[in-house]
């Protein structure tokens, strides 16, 4: 919904001009326009899909950078080399825009940092504005920068009225819903989140049947899950929902990423299968969108770094970490931490975050271990994975799973994972964590 217009305005503006105004984006493999900036800012690399107008003051390699226009893979190649010469005099002004990963750290909003945040999978699925706000302005006020939330809500019957759901699947048929009690409500997660300078991770797809998922499109399409990567009507179908998420948020500085799933997993099949997957809707999501940043949101699995040939580190589920991360439309690494499901010790988590770790720094991307959570003694189990997570090179950031708060409706979903804003686990695992990271 923001797209159409403030790309007229864009448009319009550079035809006046001939030159893009500060922290707009001057180059990139899908971009045509002018790749001069304003007098005073430079056009500076940032990856393969996206160069942007940065200020100048700093920056030694001007000429190099203006000169790298549009498609060719030579001048791909010859921005890269740029941008290796002046990352250290520009970091902080490169990153005004939208977040980047920046070697094996994130950098919001000019500030290249280690990062919390949490996850709520509900947010998108309250119809009272004023319970986003709540949620959003606790969530600021406590630093934590970045919400994971679900994009996705499909069903195969329409629900009764009032209850949201963002897609139906039905005999082969996907009918976005747009309305009220569609993805209007992820437009206010969103606008709220740009009102209180929140960065979301937007997911498209559930491997879990939890607000329809997989299981959803193979009810609609058949098939069957571990064949739902490679079936052409289902790919069609996610494909389409995922141009109609990212064309209403493509502009805005509130997404941190686009996240192709929660979960993903082909038990039993080839890590080639969600590699491919992988591979190629990273290069559509890229396509769509050169300007931000694109994850997995697999739980991590498949890592021959430091494996105790324990069942998280073994291929079983279809994926192998190291590889997925290679993929060069993936921005960084995803990983979960649940000892209480994967039959682990509490105490074999700081390996499985300090392997993931090594196995970032190794690629040259960050981790962001985006989910883990226990159902007791969360502050006692909790705060020393924190603790080895912000110790540990390659990891860049961790959200505990979930958040919770009081709002109009009572106490926001509880799974027995849930962190509560304001309790003494709240303390322990936010502030306390927060003033350690500094
Ligand atoms: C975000 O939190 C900071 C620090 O508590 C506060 O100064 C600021 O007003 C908050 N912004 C919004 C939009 O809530
Ligand atoms: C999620 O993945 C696992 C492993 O492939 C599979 O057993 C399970 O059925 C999937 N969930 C759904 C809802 O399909
Ligand atoms: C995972 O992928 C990496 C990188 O491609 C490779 O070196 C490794 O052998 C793979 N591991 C397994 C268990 O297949």
């Not at 750290?105 to 999978?121: L, W």
């Amino acid at each position: 919904m923001y797209t159409m217009q403030s790309l007229a305005i864009l448009f319009l503006a550079s035809l006046v001009s001939a030159q893009v105004a500060p922290y707009g984006q001057c180059g990139g493999s899908s971009y045509t326009g002018t790749t001069t900036c304003e007098a005073g800012w430079v056009c500076q690399y940032q990856n393969e899909w996206y160069s942007q107008c940065v200020a100048a003051t700093g920056t030694t390699t001007t000429t190099t950078s203006l000169t790298t226009s549009t498609t060719t893979k030579v001048s791909t190649t010859s921005t890269k080399t740029t941008s290796s010469t002046s990352t250290t005099s520009t970091t902080a002004s490169s990153s005004t825009g939208f977040p980047i990963a920046n070697g094996l750290e994130f950098t919001i909003d000019g500030e290249t940092n280690y990062y919390a945040g949490t996850n709520s999978y509900w947010i998108g699925f309250l119809t009272d504005n004023d319970d986003v706000d709540l949620v959003m302005s606790h969530l600021n006020e406590s630093d934590l920068r970045i919400l994971r939330v679900w994009g996705f809500n499909d069903v195969n019957t329409v629900p009764s009225s009032g209850t949201v759901y963002f897609q139906l699947l039905t005999d082969g048929t996907a009918t976005i819903n747009t309305g009220a009690d569609g993805l209007e409500r992820l437009d206010y997660v969103v606008s709220s989140a740009e009102a209180h300078n929140i960065k979301l991770i937007i997911n498209f797809v559930n491997n879990w049947s939890d607000y329809g998922g997989m299981a959803a499109y193979v009810t609609a399409y058949g098939g069957t899950q571990t064949g739902w990567y490679t079936n052409d009507d289902i790919q069609t179908a996610y494909r389409n929902y995922i141009q109609a998420v990212i064309s209403r948020y493509s502009d805005s500085p509130a997404v941190f990423a686009w996240e192709l799933a929660n979960e993903p997993r082909c038990q039993g099949c080839d890590t080639s299968v969600i590699y491919d997957w992988v591979a190629s809707t990273s290069a559509y999501i890229k396509s769509l969108d050169a300007n931000h940043m694109v994850c997995i949101g697999d739980e991590g699995f498949g890592l021959d770094t430091d494996s105790d040939g324990s069942y998280p580190y073994t291929i079983g589920e279809g994926l192998n970490f190291t590889m997925n991360l290679g993929i060069d439309t993936i921005d960084f690494g995803t990983f979960h931490l649940y000892p209480d499901s994967w039959g682990t010790t509490y105490a074999w988590g700081d390996g499985w975050i300090t392997a993931h770790g090594a196995a970032c720094a190794a690629v040259g991307k960050p981790c962001l271990l985006e989910e883990y959570g226990v159902t007791s003694n969360h502050c006692a189990v909790e705060a020393p994975w924190q603790q080895t997570a912000l110790g540990t090179t390659g990891v860049a950031g961790d959200m505990f799973w979930q958040y919770g708060d009081s709002i109009s409706t009572g106490e926001s979903p509880d799974d027995g994972n849930t962190i509560y804003y304001g309790t003494s686990d709240f303390t322990c695992l936010v502030t306390d964590h927060i003033a350690a990271i500094g």
